[in-house]
């Protein structure tokens, strides 16, 4: 059973195009992270939720914390080829305890 | 500027010949881990040290192994290893001052198994 559900799993688009990614739990997190990772990299952390209802933006990258701290969701408006990566949800069920991974999303963006 | 570095960045290895990654750290975190990533997954995770104290997953392998001989550095040691093995290893810290458990990535090193 996968604690964190991420969807969707690939996703390709044209610039422009906004899209959104959503990350579902059945349980209560206290936190929850957003990580993107360039092919060949490793993952960097974009933004951590940590208050139900809590929206966070950087630049064209808007997050969102559900109010029942149960999910997140990414939304990218006008999405660019340098968007291009994985996006990996993550959360902290209690605080000190391990970081629980979605599946992932793999978005693509072309020109 | 405070990073965490893996080295090498690609490696290529034998069936069943041993290799050993390596990770340092000048983020002077307590935490430190190893994840296997296969293509367009999520990292797995292996094991970590919370300072001198080897956490192992129920499912890592016995053919994994771990160092930690001071704070800065970490060693992944595959002992033997199978087409399997082939896959990204990830190290990352993370400060347990913060409970939110934000993790640091290195870039990754790329194992290739032959």
């Known amino acids: 059973t996968q604690l964190l559900e991420q969807s969707p799993q690939f996703l390709s688009i044209q610039e422009g195009e906004n899209l959104t990614v959503y990350c579902n739990s059945s349980s209560v997190f206290s936190s929850l992270q957003w990580y993107r990772q360039e092919p060949g990299e490793g993952p960097v952390l974009l933004v951590t939720v940590v208050t139900g209802g809590e929206v966070k933006k950087l630049k064209r990258l808007t997050f969102q914390f559900g109010d029942a701290r149960k999910d997140s969701s990414l939304h990218i408006t006008a999405a660019q080829p340098g968007d291009t990566g994985l996006y990996l949800c993550a959360g902290v069920r209690q605080a000190g305890t391990a970081l629980i991974f979605g599946k992932g999303t793999t978005l693509s963006v072309s020109s | ?114």
Not at chain 2, 3 to 28: A, D, E
Not at chain 2, 73 to 97: K, N, Q, V, W
Request: proline share 6%; charged share 15%; aromatic share 14%.
């Open chain 2, 1 to 114: 500027d405070a990073m965490v570095i893996q080295n090498p960045r690609y490696q290529v290895t034998q069936f069943g010949k041993p290799v050993t990654l390596s990770c340092s750290q000048t983020l002077n975190h307590n935490v430190m881990y190893w994840y296997q990533q296969k293509s367009s997954q999520a990292p797995k995770l292996l094991f970590h040290y919370y300072d001198k104290d080897f956490n192992n997953e129920a499912d890592t392998p016995d053919n994994f192994q771990s160092r930690r001989p001071n704070t800065s550095f970490c060693f992944l040691d595959i002992r033997s290893p199978g087409l399997g093995d082939a896959a990204m290893y990830l190290c990352a810290t993370s400060s347990y001052r913060g409970s939110y458990n934000e993790q640091f990535f290195g870039p990754g090193t790329r194992l290739t198994v032959l």
